[in-house]
């Protein structure tokens, strides 16, 4: 099923105009699971993978439990009001004030939510991936 929606990605990447890996890589930081991690909302991307399927996520103050949902510039990712005491998301809140240094987001603690401005440039993100590997092997 991934790899399924890997490859909707990459199509509708190099559909756009530019540097297809890049807008792959803009894509992924965009979608819903990855930027539950990022905001340090999970621990992991797995475990904000598993938090927007069983509903503890809202984007835009809508309820929403598809974790590859690609997020739009202004959109607004916060935890639901009855999932605010678990102690998986208080954990992770507490302990990763640090990570949310990212230029693309922006974390309210108080209102336990955070903003989506922009997709990032590349060199912001901080994985090391060499993106024109996967675009050649994606478009066989």
Do not use: C
């Amino acid at each position: 099923m991934l790899e399924r929606q890997f490859r909707n990605l990459f199509k509708k990447a190099s559909r756009k105009s530019g540097v297809t890996g890049e807008i792959l890589l803009q894509y992924l930081e965009g979608r819903l699971d990855n930027t539950v991690f990022r905001l340090g909302i999970a621990p992991t991307r797995r475990g904000a993978r598993q938090l927007v399927s069983h509903k503890h996520i809202m984007v835009n103050g809508v309820i929403t439990n598809v974790p590859s949902m690609l997020l739009k510039p202004g959109d607004v990712v916060s935890v639901r009001g009855k999932s605010r005491n678990l102690d998986v998301i208080d954990n992770s809140v507490k302990s990763k004030s640090d990570v949310r240094n990212w230029g693309w987001l922006e974390w309210n603690t108080d209102r336990m939510e955070g903003k989506f401005l922009a997709y990032p440039e590349r060199d912001k993100i901080p994985e090391k991936i060499n993106e024109q590997l996967i675009v050649e092997l994606y478009s066989k």
